[in-house]
């Protein structure tokens, strides 16, 4: 296990070593703080918000640091942190009783919008039988940083045509162009997520995938879109199949099978 206070990568690539705290009142128990970092940051006093100054100077025996959870990578410390923010009581924005500014999370003035399906284990077992070529770090971040420039690229010409069409776009399609958009931004988020050390490249790579399978169903179904969305539709199908070409061993069908029979014996 790494030290709390030192950031590391990891075997798959991602970067670790951020821990969730809490703030407690000495006395009584009671957190008043919920918080993410790495480092000192637990221990600082001098970084803090207005309403967490003026709480810890009503405590009369002080306030004391509880590592929650330690050596998470950034993204699964967000989630936690926002997990114990509303299991603690909301912060203060919400209304909560906490002195968080926020709600925690990565971006905790956003709208999340969740949905899990119980597939009786499919998934993780797919995604643990699923495999993708290595290549060097190097090697990899180019092939990335390749992909996003062109994501880039779709993505503006997507705002521009939803810029262009205005109102009249929604009296043509039943359908909204940020549909789409949603699709590539997030397969552009995880390449840049897999850039910074943030997720794994095979989270990387099963997420392009996902993506491949989503853009070819939307095709299928280009009628209900406006015109003008096709030749964006294809360029983004096309750039994504090529990326997976070049990272795919073949052996899809076969964690398909695993994944139906784990899922038949459980």
């Known amino acids: 296990m790494a030290l709390p206070y030192k950031l590391y990568i990891d075997t798959q690539g991602v970067k670790r070593g951020y821990y969730v705290y809490v703030h407690k009142d000495r006395t009584t128990g009671e957190v008043f703080y919920v918080g993410k970092g790495n480092g000192k940051r637990a221990w600082e006093t001098c970084r803090r918000n207005d309403k967490w100054k003026k709480k810890v100077t009503l405590f009369t025996n002080?306030?004391?640091?509880?590592?929650?959870?330690?050596?998470?990578?950034?993204?699964?410390?967000?989630?936690?942190?926002?997990?114990?923010?509303?299991?603690?009581?909301?912060?203060?924005?919400?209304?909560?009783?906490?002195?968080?500014?926020?709600?925690?999370?990565?971006?905790?003035?956003?709208?999340?919008?969740?949905?899990?399906?119980?597939?009786g284990g499919w998934s993780a077992a797919y995604n643990e039988a699923r495999k993708f070529k290595e290549f060097p770090r190097c090697e990899k971040e180019?092939?990335?940083e390749?992909?996003?420039?062109?994501?880039d690229i779709i993505l503006?010409?997507?705002?521009?045509?939803?810029?262009?069409?205005?109102?009249?776009?929604?009296?043509?399609?039943?359908?909204s162009i940020t549909n789409i958009d949603c699709l590539i931004r997030t397969l552009h988020d995880v390449s840049f997520d897999f850039l910074r050390h943030r997720v794994s490249w095979k989270d990387f790579a099963l997420t392009l995938e996902e993506t491949l399978d989503d853009l070819k169903l939307e095709l299928e179904d280009m009628g209900k879109y406006h015109k003008?969305?096709?030749?964006?539709?294809?360029?983004?199908?096309?750039?994504?199949?090529?990326?997976?070409?070049?990272?795919?061993?073949?052996?899809?069908?076969?964690?398909?099978?695993?994944?139906?029979?784990?899922?038949?014996?459980?």
């Open 62 to 119: 002080g306030w004391d640091v509880e590592l929650v959870k330690e050596d998470l990578s950034e993204i699964e410390a967000f989630e936690l942190e926002a997990e114990l923010v509303e299991q603690y009581g909301g912060s203060a924005v919400d209304g909560g009783r906490l002195t968080n500014k926020v709600s925690g999370g990565e971006n905790p003035l956003s709208i999340q919008l969740g949905i899990q399906f119980d597939d």
């Open 142 to 144: 180019t092939l990335v």
């Open 146 to 151: 390749g992909l996003n420039k062109e994501l």
């Open 156 to 175: 503006q010409e997507l705002q521009c045509l939803e810029q262009t069409l205005g109102n009249r776009y929604d009296e043509k399609s039943p359908v």
């Open 228 to 266: 003008k969305l096709e030749p964006l539709l294809k360029q983004a199908f096309h750039i994504t199949t090529k990326v997976l070409l070049e990272i795919d061993l073949g052996n899809r069908k076969e964690a398909e099978e695993i994944a139906n029979c784990k899922t038949r014996s459980g």
